[in-house]
């Protein structure tokens, strides 16, 4: 296994283990920055998603639609797309739908995490029904043309958010993130560490201690009303 390939590997088992949230705390914290969350309406089309018993992890393969309403290049770039990767197509604002039940189950069947559409798709219930994760940001029964070739591999906006071939893009039930593997490598210890202190404080508030005692929170609002500098921290 390449040095590439195993770096790769390894931080996608920690992410398994990490909420969205936790990585966007720990982004913030360190002033980064450079985590970009998909907006513009985006949905999960995916029962297991909104059921939040599953997340997609995977290494973007992006497509750029030459032609609004036209789904030709979203069918190349499933063709092209390989194992593990996610699928991220800007459709030029598209209102009709370029991906449906097909494409999930052929990207299922090629070992793909899933597809993320800015724009339209259709067969909800059999997508919704599907193994691996599709999000979109409508829904519309009237497919597009198929005639324009679009582009592959191109750095494209998905969601509001810059997507590059080889970003790592993570869904939960929460939405969409996408990040280099530089940044999450940044950020992964202190979301990890994030992650475990949550799980100390809603133990603790478990056993009857209020969320406001767990926290700084009288001596932050006491600083803040002199107008001193002062930041919100957890005490366990």
Same mark, same amino acid.
Do not use: W
């Given at each position: 296994?390449?040095s590439?390939?195993s770096?790769?590997? &390894? %931080? @996608?088992?920690r992410? *398994?283990s990490?909420?969205?949230s936790? =990585?966007?705390?720990?982004?913030k ?15 999960p089309?995916?029962?297991? +998603?909104?059921?939040? $018993?599953? &997340?997609?992890i !995977? ?8 032609n609004? *309403?036209d789904?030709l290049?979203?069918?190349r770039? =499933? $063709?092209?797309?390989?194992k593990?990767e996610?699928l991220?197509v800007?459709?030029?604002?598209? /209102?009709k739908?370029?991906a449906?039940? =097909?494409?999930l189950?052929e990207?299922e069947?090629? !070992?793909l995490r !899933? %597809?993320i ?8 219930r059999? +997508?919704?029904? /599907?193994g691996i994760?599709?999000y979109s ?6 497919s597009?043309?198929?005639?324009h070739l679009?582009?592959m591999?191109v750095? +494209?906006i998905?969601? #509001?958010a810059k997507?590059?071939?080889?970003? @790592?893009?993570?869904g ?6 996408v990040a280099?593997?530089?940044t999450? *490598?940044n950020?992964i210890?202190?979301?990890e560490n @994030? %992650?475990l &202190?949550?799980?100390? @404080?809603i133990?603790?508030? &478990?056993e009857g201690?209020?969320?406001h005692? =767990?926290?700084?929170y009288?001596e932050h609002?006491?600083a803040?009303?002199? #107008? *001193?500098e002062?930041a919100?921290?957890?005490?366990v």
């Open positions: 296994m390449s590439s390939v770096r790769l590997s &390894k %931080i @996608i088992r992410l *398994e990490v909420d969205i936790a =990585l966007c705390d720990a982004d914290s360190a002033g980064c920055n450079s985590v970009q969350v998909m907006t513009n309406n985006m949905k089309r995916t029962k297991n +998603i909104v059921e939040g $018993h599953q &997340k997609m !995977g290494v973007a393969r992006t497509v750029q639609l030459s609004s *309403e789904f290049a979203v069918l770039g =499933l $063709h092209e797309a390989e593990r996610v991220c800007n459709t030029m604002n598209s /209102s739908a370029v449906g039940g =097909l494409f189950t990207a069947r090629k !070992g !899933g %597809i559409i800015d724009g339209a798709v259709r067969d909800v059999s +997508i919704s029904e /599907s994760q599709c940001t409508s829904v519309n029964p009237y597009g043309s198929i005639v679009g582009e591999q750095p +494209i998905c969601g #509001g997507v590059s071939p080889g970003d @790592i893009v993570i939960d039930c929460d939405g969409v993130i280099n593997i530089e999450l *490598e950020i210890d202190s979301a @994030i %992650i &202190k949550e799980k100390e @404080i133990d603790a508030m &478990k201690q209020s969320l005692s =767990l926290t700084n009288n609002v006491t803040l009303q002199n #107008g *001193e002062s919100l921290q957890f005490k």
